[in-house]
């Protein structure tokens, strides 16, 4: 039996490639942004492009263009 609590937190496969190319076509975006995205990209290639929700969140708020996301906000 699937619980719904498993449906909810479930790794996601993710183009790794596509946002990078996001990430490297965005303007405007600080530096230490530019390196929390970067690792969060990178974490998931060391994954096998499979993301947690979490850091499926971070890759989508990024490509809708929301780049105030960081952990110390």
């Known amino acids: 039996m699937i619980k719904l ?3 909810l937190f479930e790794n996601k496969k993710v183009s790794t490639d ?3 190319q996001v990430l490297n076509i965005s303007n405007g975006v600080s530096l ?3 390196k929390y995205f970067q690792s969060v990209i990178d974490s998931v290639k060391r994954q ?4 947690t929700p979490r ?3 971070v ?3 990024m490509r809708k ?3 105030s996301y960081h952990p110390r906000n």
């Open 5 to 7: 609590v498993d449906l």
């Open 18 to 20: 596509y946002y990078q």
């Open 32 to 34: 230490s942004s530019r």
């Open 48 to 51: 096998g492009d499979m993301a």
């Open 55 to 57: 850091q499926y969140d």
């Open 59 to 61: 890759l989508e708020k």
């Open 65 to 67: 263009g929301d780049y």
